[in-house]
């Protein structure tokens, strides 16, 4: 259910964004950035500003992402989950695309019905003494509860367009989008349930000798303001939890 292919995650990201596939190859990715994507991520404001106020046309870069940890010494961004350049990727996503509403393009000359689906792609984090990042996505179909995973995959499948079609119609949903939301919450909790708790047994068992290494160090030591902090500081980088947020989503209308 995770989008664990981050080499395929960030090749939809840039398809999305019109951007062309320059070359994607044994986990080495090549775009060439229209001018809003170089704007967005290439941090050349004031070459824009330029060649705006000049009246010009601007050449947009190429941007090449690395997603193979044995590539990584090769030319180009070594991204991965926790860099600063996916970092900026998601960020861009959350400030400019949280939510959108899209239809199913459809050439027909019969009324069809198109239905509502909820899609929410939400991160999963894990912390602890390793540190983990999972997308998921989810699909809810609003009329008879269907749940359909990697549902951004799935609509990489259907040509998706701002307006319906003509001689289309939409079903109005029966699920509410904050009981569907909270549906798709119970499934990434049951996710969460399933997934291996070594990582949190290990974390744990770093934490306590961290402690008691700190604990044997100031044996002989009243209760300080130091030792607390220290204390805090332990506890923050080994302690396990998991923290979940929406990136992005929005409400697709899709044929039956």
Request: glycine residues 4%; negative net charge.
């Amino acid at each position: 259910m995770a989008i664990t292919n981050l080499n395929h995650f960030l090749q939809d990201y840039f398809i999305a964004h019109n951007c062309e596939i320059m070359d994607n190859t044994d986990g080495i990715l090549t775009v060439q950035l229209t001018e809003e994507m170089d704007l967005a991520l290439m941090n050349r404001p004031f070459y824009w500003h330029y060649i705006n106020k000049m009246g010009n046309a601007g050449q947009p870069l190429q941007l090449t992402l690395i997603t193979n940890p044995d590539k990584r010494a090769e030319k180009g961004d070594w991204i991965h989950f926790g860099s600063p350049r996916l970092q900026q990727i998601m960020n861009h996503l959350q400030e400019y695309e949280r939510y959108t509403k899209l239809f199913q393009t459809i050439d027909t000359r019969t009324n069809t019905p198109l239905y509502p689906w909820l899609v929410i792609n939400m991160k999963i984090s894990f912390r602890g003494k390793q540190k983990k990042d999972d997308i998921l996505s989810i699909g809810l179909q609003l009329v008879n509860g269907k749940m359909r995973l990697d549902m951004m995959r799935y609509l990489e499948t259907i040509p998706l367009q701002s307006t319906i079609s003509d001689y289309c119609f939409t079903i109005s949903p029966l699920i509410k989008i904050k009981s569907g939301f909270s549906r798709i919450e119970s499934l990434v909790l049951n996710y969460l349930e399933d997934q291996p708790k070594d990582w949190a047994k290990e974390s744990l068992l770093a934490l306590n000798e961290e402690l008691d290494t700190l604990n044997h160090f100031y044996e002989e030591l009243e209760e300080n303001e130091q030792m607390e902090k220290e204390r805090n500081e332990i506890k923050e980088r080994y302690e396990p939890n998991i923290t979940f947020h929406v990136i992005n989503g929005g409400i697709f209308y899709l044929s039956e």
